[in-house]
């Protein structure tokens, strides 16, 4: 099976513009969670949608924001966007509905100016 | 705030030795703790998990220890070797979906 891909894998941006990243994740895959990596945080979890619903949701601002398609794919939005939100953000899809193992793409790395 | 502390932030072994990284926890609902390896430019993978009904996990050259009264865990790797070398995270989730609480990572190097 083809792994989970994320597009695009590079984007430059720049403050108070908005961004978004799409994902898709392995064939069958119900539940797909999107983090975000930076130095010396790890990964912070974003919001997790199973079967289209928003299951979770990290502490992260309402600029944050996600969507799920019938056909499980993904996309993360971020609006108005900082310097802060520099980072390599990662999507991971999983089987289940609980404590499955999380299968990440390779990510998608937004630098801000 | 950080639920799952994670040390040491890197360490540096020779080929053949023992890497050890640990972790803690302060949530007493998480149940279950992954860990995952990430090489450069790539995503985090599994690389071994544990229950806390269970004290040790052992996989290959992985061991995962568990202390639940200390609400600690650590990962060993025995018999270091230089494709070792690569970002370990610990994790830990509740029962209620696929969220995980990660470690802020150790950057391992094994010396050949």
């Known amino acids: 099976k083809a792994g989970v891909t994320q597009t695009p894998r590079y984007l430059i941006k720049t403050r108070g513009q908005q961004v978004t990243l799409s994902c898709s994740p392995i064939?069958?895959?119900?539940?797909v969670s999107w983090y975000q990596q930076t130095p010396g945080q790890g990964l912070q979890f974003l919001f997790e949608y199973f079967s289209e619903t928003q299951r979770n949701k990290g502490n992260f601002p309402g600029r944050f924001s996600g969507r799920q398609f019938s056909n499980s794919r993904s996309e993360m939005n971020v609006s108005t966007l900082e310097l802060g939100d520099s980072a390599l953000y990662l999507c991971?899809?999983?089987?289940?509905?609980?404590?499955?193992?999380?299968?990440f793409g390779p990510g998608t790395r937004l630098l801000v100016l | 705030q950080q639920q799952v502390k994670q040390s040491p932030q890197s360490l540096i072994v020779q080929k053949g030795g023992i890497s050890i990284i640990n972790c803690a926890y302060e949530?007493?609902?998480?149940?279950?703790f992954p860990w995952y390896q990430q090489f450069p430019g790539k995503g985090p993978a599994l690389l071994i998990a544990i229950r806390p009904d269970v004290s040790e996990k052992k996989e290959g050259r992985f061991t995962i220890s568990f202390n639940k009264s200390a609400k600690q865990f650590s990962l060993h790797i025995m018999d270091s070797q230089p494709g070792d070398s690569a970002t370990y995270f610990c994790a830990a989730s509740m029962n209620t979906g696929n969220q995980f609480y990660f470690g802020t990572g150790t950057s391992l190097t094994v010396i050949p």
């Open positions: 991971a899809s999983s089987p289940g509905q609980y404590q499955e193992t999380q299968y």
């Open positions: 064939s069958g895959h119900r539940s």
């Open positions: 949530n007493t609902a998480f149940d279950y």
